[in-house]
């Protein structure tokens, strides 16, 4: 699974991926779902983190 990290603007910033899981088995809308969850959450923590004025962390 690849999932971009975008700013308010809408930007790609990076992305966040899970290559696979460990016994093989494909994964499911539930583990989309968490995922989607955890990547707004590291959006919100990269966009608190920036500092616009130097645009240093």
Do not use: C
């Not at 308010?8 to 539930?30: H, I, K």
């Amino acid at each position: 699974m690849l999932f971009p990290l975008v700013d308010r603007a809408g930007n790609v910033e990076g992305a966040l991926a899970q290559l696979g899981r460990v016994d093989g088995t494909p994964f499911d809308a539930s583990h989309m779902r968490f995922m989607t969850h955890i990547v707004r959450k590291v959006e919100y923590v990269i966009e608190q983190s920036f500092d616009g004025s130097t645009g240093w962390p």
